[in-house]
């Protein structure tokens, strides 16, 4: 069964930088895109980033600018890289991978927290 796991979570200060990592337990083959969601308390999981194979990026708004997505392809990894964070960053923080099926993996998520 695939799992994503997830790394790099964590407490920090406003203003820091965290470094978000998800690869699955096994080989996954066509992978469309991978991505990072981030769910606060009380709110709907958002997406934050996501990337495709050919290395296309999106953001989300609030994120543009701060944050970078990026994979190893060959490792099918993806790396979420968050500098100049803000408490309302604060979330659980979700793995995306979406393959050519259409089928969709997600992590267990894993907690960022920013202070003020």
């Known amino acids: 069964q695939v799992q994503l796991v997830e790394s790099g979570g964590g407490l920090v200060q406003a203003g820091g930088s965290l470094r978000l990592s998800c690869a699955p337990s096994?080989?996954?083959?066509?992978?469309?895109?991978m991505g990072w969601y981030r769910q606060a308390p009380g709110k709907q999981r958002d997406l934050v980033a996501a990337?495709?194979?050919?290395?296309?990026?999106n953001y989300a708004d609030s994120v543009k600018g701060r944050f970078t997505i990026s994979r190893d392809n060959a490792k099918n990894t993806v790396y979420l890289q968050m500098n100049s964070l803000k408490p309302e960053d604060t979330a659980v923080y979700y793995c995306?991978?979406?393959?050519?099926?259409?089928?969709?993996?997600w992590g267990q998520g894993t907690q960022v927290t920013v202070s003020s």
């Open positions: 995306n991978v979406k393959i050519a099926t259409g089928r969709i993996y």
């Open positions: 096994v080989n996954i083959f066509s992978i469309n895109s």
């Open positions: 990337i495709t194979t050919g290395g296309s990026t």
